[in-house]
Nanobody, 121 residues
Framework: VQLQASGGGLVQAGDSLRLTCAVS????????LGWFRQTSGKEREFLAG????????YYADSVKGRFTISRDSAKNTLYLQLNTLKPEDTAVYYC???????????????WGQGTQVTVSS
């Protein structure tokens, strides 16, 4: 599976943005995908995850209620809707597929290039 995130940009605080992750290669219902973000000097942070069947979702407490993960299996696309953005949401955002049981970056692989989100105050 190969993943490529896009949709980032420069927005103002309070704005919304939708990130897209194009999924190519063999997909299956049990596959689990996640969104992460990373700022300079910090570890990659788990934000949200979703099973490709759509039955299971997980969110980090830091974004619960503001970010929404979804997928369109017909288009092989994963999304992350970012609402009420804050300057502290500024980061490079990545999508990845889970390769082990857990929600840390070590349990995910097939990292594509990230997409930069910059939120101005």
């Amino acid at each position: 599976v190969q993943l490529q995130a896009s949709g980032g940009g420069l927005v103002q605080a309070g704005d919304s943005l939708r990130l897209t992750c194009a999924v190519s290669g063999r997909t299956f219902s049990g596959m689990f995908l996640g969104w992460f973000r990373q700022t300079s000097g910090k570890e990659r942070e788990f934000l949200a995850g979703l099973s490709w069947s759509g039955q299971t979702t997980y969110y980090a407490d830091s974004v619960k209620g503001r970010f929404t993960i979804s997928r369109d299996s017909a288009k092989n696309t994963l999304y992350l809707q970012l609402n009420t953005l804050k300057p502290e949401d500024t980061a490079v955002y990545y999508c990845a597929v889970r390769i082990g049981y857990g929600l840390t970056p070590a349990h995910f692989g097939s990292w594509g290039q990230g997409t930069q989100v910059t939120v101005s105050s």
